[in-house]
């Protein structure tokens, strides 16, 4: 897979090229904002990674260009920046992710991992998991024929659960998923969980929302229930 490097320090540069190429993906570097955009316009990419302070452009002005351009490739942000403000700024201009330098190398890649796996669920489009559909570009659900409508919070949980149908996803994997960075109670995945369960499942006999003790959750059909 190709990724695109947006970052004008050399040395960070560098070391990030060096650890994804390691990481078996092919990199390009672009040193300044006007370099970056030329390369995303003109090329295919699974990822962006995206600094803010660059020369000649900056990164929310790259960013805000290429959603214009409805460039839907996963963006993450790389910078020093790290206030709340400068974090609403970047994710309002189209940004998917946000992640502060410095940052561990480890943490990086997992956060490309779950964009690509995000990306990859936007592209099926449609998840079917018995009477549920899930369409991930309108981020419209429906069961038995009747649209549900959900907080952005609750989509996001759904959706996470849909693009793993069948496997247990554990407390802290939801986190990840769907909170991210982002501080959340203990008990937080338990609350949305109930909250998604009273939409999905409750007006329906049959619950696909599924609790494995001691492990996590589920999203599917029970067993001996068909699809149809």
Same mark, same amino acid.
């Given at each position: 897979? %190709?990724? &695109? +490097?947006?970052? /004008?320090?050399?040395?960070?540069? @560098? *070391?990030?090229?060096? #650890?994804?190429? $390691? ?89 490309? %991992?779950? &964009? +690509?796996?995000? /990306?990859?669920?936007?592209?099926? @489009? *449609?998840?079917?998991? #018995?009477?549920? $559909? ?95």
């Amino acid at each position: 897979m %190709r990724v &695109l +490097l947006v970052e /004008d320090e050399m040395g960070i540069s @560098r *070391v990030l090229k060096r #650890g994804l190429e $390691e990481a078996g993906y092919v990199v390009d570097v672009a040193f300044d904002g006007a370099a970056g955009l030329e390369l995303a316009e003109t090329n295919n990419y699974a990822v962006i990674l995206l600094d803010l302070m660059l020369p000649k452009m900056d990164g929310w002005s790259v960013c805000e260009t290429l959603r214009k351009q409805r460039c839907k490739v996963p963006i993450l942000m790389l910078t020093a920046k790290d206030t709340i403000t400068d974090k609403i700024r970047g994710l309002d201009t189209g940004a998917d992710d946000y992640l502060a330098k410095p940052f561990d190398f480890q943490e990086l890649m997992a956060r490309i %991992r779950a &964009l +690509l796996r995000r /990306d990859k669920i936007h592209k099926v @489009r *449609v998840i079917r998991i #018995g009477d549920l $559909e899930i369409d991930t570009a309108q981020r419209r659900v429906i069961r038995a024929g009747v649209e549900i409508g959900l907080s952005h919070r609750e989509y996001e949980l759904l959706e996470a659960l849909a693009a793993h149908e069948s496997q247990v996803l554990s407390r802290e994997a939801i986190q990840e998923r769907v909170w991210m960075n982002e501080e959340s109670y203990s008990n937080t995945v338990d609350v949305y969980i109930r909250l998604l369960r009273k939409k999905i499942d409750a007006a329906y006999p049959i619950k696909l929302i599924q609790t494995v003790h001691g492990v996590g959750y589920t999203l599917r059909l029970p067993e001996g229930e068909s699809a149809n």
